[in-house]
T-cell receptor, first 109, second 114 residues
Framework: RKEVEQDPGPFNVPEGATVAFNCTYSNSASQSFFWYRQDCRKEPKLLMSVYSSGNEDGRFTAQLNRASQYISLLIRDSKLSDSATYLCVVNTGFQKLVFGTGTRLLVSP | DTAVSQTPKYLVTQMGNDKSIKCEQNLGHDTMYWYKQDSKKFLKIMFSYNNKELIINETVPNRFSPKSPDKAHLNLHINSLELGDSAVYFC?????????????FGQGTRLTVV
């Protein structure tokens, strides 16, 4: 089983739509969780950290369910500029950040 | 000021050659990484260094040898390059302490072995 699993997509949505990505992780001792965004031919950049209580940043909401070892990202009112690959990232401990394969999002006019 | 810089950005070389990629971070972070992103876009950790000491080696072939002269630098030397080494190599750094903080990535080095 992969350490971090995501649906690779692509998710094709119209502008203004709400879209949700899910991610599962296998190591129950994992300590911290993140969503990164990667644009084509660019480096990954932090989108947001994920906290147990859930957290929101504008149109983006992240949730963590430790019991189910599950992380989610919700994007409301999608913009064309949201088109990118979204990477689920888990800190499994000992300075190890494990990336999921990424979920590709395509927002169309 | 670039936080994590790696050179070169592009590298085209023949099979069997030896090449190096350099990485420097000016963020004062203790931890640095090398990641490989293959043609399927999967980003896989190769090495992690903390304060110049190797912490993680993810069963990378011996042909890959990281070197950290100080905590701001983590270079990657590759011997006897193979076609399968073609990928984008990303350097990153972070200040991971328990809960964890953001990792910053360099722009990547696109290695093509011909």
């Amino acid at each position: 089983r992969k350490e971090v699993e995501q649906d690779p997509g692509p998710f094709n949505v119209p502008e203004g739509a709400t879209v949700a990505f899910n991610c599962t992780y296998s190591n129950s001792a994992s300590q911290s969780f993140f969503w990164y965004r990667q644009d084509c031919r660019k480096e990954p950049k932090l989108l947001m950290s994920v906290y147990s209580s859930g957290n929101e940043d504008g149109r983006f909401t992240a949730q963590l369910n430790r019991a189910s070892q599950y992380i989610s990202l919700l994007i409301r009112d999608s913009k064309l500029s949201d088109s990118a690959t979204y990477l689920c990232v888990v800190n499994t401990g000992f300075q190890k950040l494990v990336f999921g394969t990424g979920t590709r999002l395509l927002v169309s006019p | 000021d670039t936080a994590v810089s790696q050179t070169p950005k592009y590298l085209v070389t023949q099979m069997g050659n030896d090449k190096s990629i350099k990485c420097e971070q000016n963020l004062g972070h203790d931890t640095m990484y090398w990641y490989k992103q293959d043609s399927k876009k999967f980003l896989k950790i190769m090495f992690s260094y903390n304060n110049k000491e190797l912490i993680i080696n993810e069963t990378v072939p011996n042909r890959f040898s990281p070197k950290s002269p100080d905590k701001a630098h983590l270079n990657l030397h590759i011997n006897s390059l193979e076609l399968g080494d073609s990928a984008v190599y990303f350097c990153a750094s972070s200040q991971l302490q328990g809960i964890g903080t953001e990792a910053f990535f360099g722009q990547g080095t696109r290695l093509t072995v011909v």
